[in-house]
């Protein structure tokens, strides 16, 4: 019945809002009628819907409400139109409510049977996988934790597409705490945190990634927490990541970091050689498919593994180069070709030189003792390897001068700037003096 009225209403607000206005944002609407006191409307984009709720909610809800039969809100769900005929249907389907609770975007990519599992990782794929069974919720919540590409939002998103294929009954809402509070805001803006907050409380399983993000933002967190609370109370199925454990992230209000640690918590650790190496082989049987299979050279995903340990994202991406490379030119890989094509990502990872070692190493070299190299004496013997020293540790680590200072008994920046500058002016006069460092510099990144 609503529908059939829509365009009478429709052409009202025509004459309020303009002939443009109406055209853009009234007329792509298709009202699909009336359920349980909702009436639900289809827009060509979310941003049309977004925009009509934000613009035009309370013209278009007060004309509902005069029509006698008991509207209490609006919903507007994002598709292209369907035919009149099959109008009804998905109007209450479950696709269409689902609309509003429509989570971020699941990566096609992200699935279990594609994550390689190691020592650093077991515990979490485990405790994932148990969490995908969706049997009896036996901790709340799974909190995921680790560095930057060990494969936290790989494993939510595994979570998800198993549940949905196994319990499409389910709701189930992934989005990252960026998103959450993004909803939240924007909830309090059009004054509708009544519907904000029985959509979250009305999932069966929540996923929230990144939730360091909501540190420090007060009202965010505090909804959070709430939100977290009736969903336990309900004895529904939570899993958080955080790049830290969630006694460590600062500025988490203590209540919600304690609360969190009421279920499980794990850590991905950072990957170890072999996992390394067990992921270049699956990631390069993956890439074959779309770029051909290519010949490897023995040793190339040993060197690898050996060389890029930052994280899985950054390895992922040397392959990926590898293979477009190597397909580009028709070439099998080799170590030279990845000497070359990865020269800068393996720069960056090089092995991290720390002031110490270069001390030591020095006054190994020139056989003095570290305690000298440290300690006030400024004789001839002992000033130069330690201006030396000061020398690789401005070159060869990301140490500030006030830093290496401190390493040097507690110097003043300005003397190790001095020592830096006299090395610097020695190199171009002294071939021994240049050789000496050169050796030194090939030792230390060995
Ligand atoms: P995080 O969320 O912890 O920063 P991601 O889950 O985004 O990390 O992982 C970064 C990339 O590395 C993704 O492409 C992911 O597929 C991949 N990755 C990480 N760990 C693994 C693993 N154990 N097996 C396969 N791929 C992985
Ligand atoms: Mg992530």
Known sequence: MVADQWTGISEELRYEIGDSNHKNWIAPLECLGITDGVVRFRAPSRFVGDWVKRTYHDQIFARLQ???????????????????????????????????????PLDGKYHFDNFVVGKPNELAHAAARRVAEAGPVTFNPLFLYGGVGLGKTHLMHAIAWELKAKRPDLQVLYLSAEQFMYRFVQALRDREIMDFKNLFRSVDVLMVDDVQFIAGKDSTQEEFFHTFNALVDQNKQIVISADRAPGEIKDLEARISSRMQCGLVVDLHPTNYELRLGILQRKAAQFAQSYGSIKIDDGVFEFLAHRITTNVRVLEGALQRLFAFSSLIGQEVTLDMVQDCLSDMLRSSERRVTVEEIQRKVAEHFNIRLSDMLGPKRTRTIARPRQIAMYLSKEMTSRSLPEIGRRFGGRDHTTILHGVRKVVEMRTQDTQLNEDIELLRRLLES
């Open 66 to 104: 005069t029509l006698a039969c008991d509207v209490s809100r609006m919903e507007f769900i994002v598709g292209d139109p369907t035919p009149r005929a099959a109008v009804a249907a998905p109007a209450t389907s479950k696709a269409a409510q689902g609309d509003d609770l429509q989570g971020a």
